[in-house]
């Protein structure tokens, strides 16, 4: 599964899923803002993960995220956590982990 955004918004945010190794991989790249909010709802949305393996959410080339596209993706990983599913974030970094501490999301999307 592979969601692009639409041509709307080309150059501002990049959500492709993929299979490695048994798991699920959902990397984010780019900026995720208000100018993404319905897009990024969409894609999240139409993830289907074909692998009964670990859901990676993949946030290491995200260069910006604000509160509401990092709300989105907590619950993109709380909705899959709820569903029986293991859940992993990699690469928090940066803008992330600030974001993130600030939230007090730190414990849900694991960043250490």
Known sequence: MDAHVPARHPSIFRLVGSSRDGDYWLDVSGELDLATDDELRIALATVQP?????IWLGVGDLDFVDAASLHQLLTFVRTARLSGRSVGVDGARGVVRRMAGLMGFEAELAVA
Do not use: D
């Not at 074909?50 to 670990?54: F, P, Q, R």
């Open 50 to 54: 074909h692998t009964e393996g670990t």
